[in-house]
């Protein structure tokens, strides 16, 4: 299936709502607009990105933890390089700019 993904959050958060009220799990206006409001980012494609940049920061831990130092800063790399990308498609996602600054600290600046 494809289509515009724009609004896809969005959807999910209306829908639990609405399945909520089927359930008969009552939802106080309060807890609708909580739910409706914990949206991370509006672009799937954002966070798409910041998760391959979780997986990569992932990896580059158990890379470390072996003794494979080269191949954990390959990997924290690519993690700042798909942290950067998440904020470009969505500059307000906040997620993923905390996650670019946790890196940014662990990955030397080279000149």
Do not use: C, H
Not at 37 to 42: F, L, Q, S
Not at 77 to 91: G, H
Request: glycine share 4%; net charge neutral.
């Amino acid at each position: 299936m494809a289509g515009k993904t724009d609004g896809f959050f969005e959807l999910q958060k209306e829908l639990v709502v609405k399945v909520s009220s089927y359930l008969d799990a009552m939802l106080s206006a309060e807890e609708a607009r909580l739910i409706a409001k914990n949206v991370e980012t509006r672009s799937v494609d954002a966070s798409l990105n910041n998760y391959r940049g979780e997986l990569a920061v992932m990896k580059a831990e158990e890379l470390k933890a072996k003794g494979a130092a080269d191949e954990a800063k390959k990997e924290l790399e690519a993690a700042k390089t798909s942290f950067q990308k998440a904020i470009a498609l969505d500059p307000e996602y906040e997620k993923a700019r905390k996650n670019l600054a946790r890196i940014s600290l662990a990955v030397p600046v080279t000149l």
